[in-house]
T-cell receptor, first 114, second 115 residues
Framework: DAKTTQPPSMDCAEGRAANLPCNHS???????VYWYRQIHSQGPQYIIH???NNETNEMASLIITEDRKSSTLILPHATLRDTAVYYC???????????????FGQGTILTVHP | NAGVTQTPKFQVLKTGQSMTLQCAQD?????MSWYRQDPGMGLRLIHY???????DQGEVPNGYNVSRSTTEDFPLRLLSAAPSQTSVYFC??????????????FGQGTRLTVV
């Protein structure tokens, strides 16, 4: 699986958009970009994933660059409850039994302040 | 739906003791996995399974055994606990990638201390 690079920490004011970047310059054509978050040592929670088109759901938006070498997770109106560690993961959907594995890096600690 | 249920939530073991961490899911997911998380670090994959009767090693499998006799259950066994196995353990399940819905669901974790 391709490795990802994220900033170790970011701050955001409550009510503002939080934009979390992720670099995945070695991503392969069959690898998707996934985002998970982990709130205060709870189990990680799925946020969103995409291949090459921008995606949006009720939690967030995912913007993937045209060359797919980087992406940005956008939380449109951050709240205090969005304070968490955010993990960007690339994961293949095909290619043998190993393709289901999620490889977690250090993630980005997002702190939302009042 | 209960989702992914892990038991126990907390456990203290003495060095050399054995125990089994339980994981059950009620979503009929084929794929299940175990991770450990040490302070300040991301999750590391221990073992995973793509279906009943099929398991494989992840990144840090030493000291752990798994089996998958049913779709629902994926227990993790520590045969002889060591202080280095003090960690928080997470179980996860998902449908196999390739389908439309490949979101992984995680349990709430088991906090294990080996003294």
């Amino acid at each position: 699986d391709a490795k990802t690079t994220q900033p170790p920490s970011m701050d955001c004011a409550e009510g503002r958009a939080a934009n979390l970047p992720c670099n995945h310059s070695t991503i392969s054509g069959n690898e998707y970009v996934y985002w998970y978050r982990q709130i205060h040592s709870q189990g990680p929670q799925y946020i969103i994933h995409g291949l090459k088109n921008n995606e949006t759901n009720e939690m967030a938006s995912l913007i993937i660059t045209e060359d797919r070498k980087s992406s940005t997770l956008i939380l449109p109106h951050a709240t205090l409850r969005d304070t968490a560690v955010y993990y960007c993961i690339v994961r293949a959907h095909t290619g043998g039994t190993s393709y289901g594995k999620l490889t977690f890096g250090q993630g980005t600690i997002l702190t939302v302040h009042p | 739906n209960a989702g992914v249920t892990q038991t126990p939530k907390f456990q203290v073991l003495k060095t050399g003791q054995s125990m089994t961490l339980q994981c059950a899911q009620d979503m009929n997911h084929e794929y299940m996995s175990w991770y450990r998380q040490d302070p300040g670090m991301g999750l590391r994959l221990i073992h995973y399974s793509v279906g009943a009767g099929i398991t494989d090693q992840g990144e840090v499998p030493n000291g752990y055994n798994v089996s998958r006799s049913t779709t629902e259950d994926f227990p993790l066994r520590l045969l002889s606990a060591a202080p280095s196995q003090t960690s928080v353990y997470f179980c996860a399940s998902s449908s196999l990638p390739g389908g439309m819905n490949t979101e992984a669901f995680f349990g709430q974790g088991t906090r294990l201390t080996v003294v």
